[in-house]
């Protein structure tokens, strides 16, 4: 039972240049989400997905863009990387979509440079 | 906006020590609040979740306590072991809409052998 799988763990990109972030989940969840988390501050969302088919924009979306064409699969895409961009990428499940009950499941991460 | 804060943002205990963790939240109205574990290079582990209308939750040596109407949450760790060394982050959820949470910097634990 694998969980939430994401890949890379750890990228380093040069200002412009664009990437995809992955992120798989095994278990059926109807909820996605990305979120960044930087030294001294709390996590972050940036994008999060109700269903497939359906996302919305977080608290800081600017220079990400997601889709979610599966249940399974919510890859975050970066257009041109900056420098601010680097942080450390998680990305989180659960099964439920809406307010509930149901814990986030979270990803090992995804460790960003951009230079 | 919802602003989570936890303190302190480091503890040291030697072990066998009880301790505890405390997160504020600014905006009462909530769904539920979480308290996470994060080991370094890893991604967090749920440990608990209170529900609004809940006081406390329990597991093992973990308790955490709720008091929503003054913005207000506690984790309660018994007999620390140098194993509960992690960040503890506490996050709460809003009332409606998708399960987006909002998170507290985490408290730095380490227990001392």
């Known amino acids: 039972n694998a969980g939430v799988t994401q890949t890379p763990k750890f990228q380093v990109l040069k200002t412009g240049q664009s990437m995809t972030l992955q992120c798989a989940q095994d278990m059926n969840h109807e909820y996605m989400s990305w979120y960044r988390q930087d030294p001294g501050m709390g996590l972050r969302l940036i994008h999060y997905s109700v269903g497939a088919g359906i996302t919305d924009q977080g608290e800081v979306p600017n220079g990400y863009n997601v889709s979610r064409s599966t249940t399974e699969d919510f890859p975050l895409r970066l257009l041109s990387a900056a420098p601010s961009q680097t942080s450390v990428y998680f990305c989180a499940s659960s099964y439920s979509s809406g307010a509930n009950n149901s814990p986030l499941h979270f990803g090992n991460g995804t460790r960003l440079t951009v230079t | 906006k919802q602003e989570v804060t936890q303190i302190p943002a480091a503890l040291s205990v030697p072990e066998g020590e009880n301790l505890v963790l405390n997160c504020s939240f600014t905006?009462?109205?909530?769904?539920?609040l979480q308290w996470f574990r994060q080991d370094p290079g890893k991604g967090l582990t749920s440990l608990l979740l209170?529900?609004?209308?809940?006081r406390e939750q329990t597991s093992g040596r973990l308790n955490a306590s709720l008091d929503k109407s003054s913005g207000r949450s506690t984790l309660y760790i018994a007999a620390s072991q140098p194993g509960d060394s992690a960040t503890y982050l506490c996050a709460v959820s809003k009332p409606t809409g998708a399960n987006n949470l909002f998170f507290g910097t985490g408290t730095r634990l380490t227990v001392i052998p």
């Open positions: 905006d009462s109205a909530i769904y539920n």
């Open positions: 209170i529900q609004s209308s809940q």
